[in-house]
């Protein structure tokens, strides 16, 4: 079942993970527990249709940061970057440093 496949997907994370590391299995199984099985699938459907596009790990991370540094100005600081930075111009966007982060 899909469910079956999360909680493979959690326990593949967490061999992988260091002792420095902080992954809570446990928890992360027990979230996946409460959602429903709608939820769990759509998830999954959706990610499977992020997948095909190209670059889609550099373009899924560039939407996810350009709008929590739009939500958060302040979380820039965190990614090495000045708040006042505008979210949308090309010197963020083509940094090295948020091209890093974003993929």
Aim: charged share 25%; glycine share 2%.
């Amino acid at each position: 079942t899909r469910v079956h496949k999360i909680k493979t997907a959690f326990s593949h994370q967490a061999s992988k993970t260091s002792s420095s590391t902080s992954f809570n299995l446990t928890a992360s199984i027990t979230m996946v527990k409460e959602l429903s099985y709608t939820t769990i699938s759509l998830v999954l459907d959706s990610w499977e249709e992020v997948r095909h596009v190209k670059n889609f790990e550099e373009t899924v991370g560039t939407i996810l940061f350009r709008s929590l540094f739009k939500k958060s100005p302040k979380a820039k600081v965190l990614f090495g970057f000045p708040t006042d930075i505008d979210t949308d111009s090309d010197e963020l966007l083509r940094s090295k440093r948020f091209l890093m982060h974003a993929s």
